[in-house]
Nanobody, 123 residues
Framework: QVHLVESGGGLVQPGDSRKLSCEVS????????VAWFRQAPGKARELIAT????????IYAESVKGRFTISRENAKNTVYLQMGSLKTEDTAIYTC????????????????WGQGTQVTVSL
């Protein structure tokens, strides 16, 4: 069974940067696409970034493009989400998800999920 554990959330100020980590265990990391979702209060969960295992170009939602960077470190079975120029509207629970087939798709298309980490952007 594949397990995903996120870390790195917390309280940050607008304009700050923050790096989230998603450590993957129990599967073959090199054969898993890993994506980051987020869910803001009162809103639907949103897919914001994905890094496919084939090494293709990452994909980003328009809401984070140019500010967030997703990367993989295969030696540590970890995917990172570097967040920059944070805004109050980035406040959300950030969750990583993995799948062997889907790199960008609906929630239902990802088989494995972490528990999420809260990021709050506030003065």
């Amino acid at each position: 069974q594949v397990h995903l554990v996120e870390s790195g959330g917390g309280l940050v100020q607008p304009g700050d940067s923050r790096k989230l980590s998603c450590e993957v265990s129990g599967g073959t990391f090199s054969e898993l696409n890993v994506a980051w979702f987020r869910q803001a209060p009162g809103k639907a969960r949103e897919l914001i970034a994905t890094a496919n295992y084939r090494g293709g170009r990452p994909i980003y939602a328009e809401s984070v493009k140019g500010r967030f960077t997703i990367s993989r470190e295969n030696a540590k079975n970890t995917v990172y989400l570097q967040m920059g120029s944070l805004k109050t509207e980035d406040t959300a629970i950030y969750t990583c998800a993995a799948d062997s087939q889907t790199a960008w798709g609906t929630e239902a298309e990802f088989d494995y999920w972490g528990q999420g980490t809260q990021v709050t952007v506030s003065l």
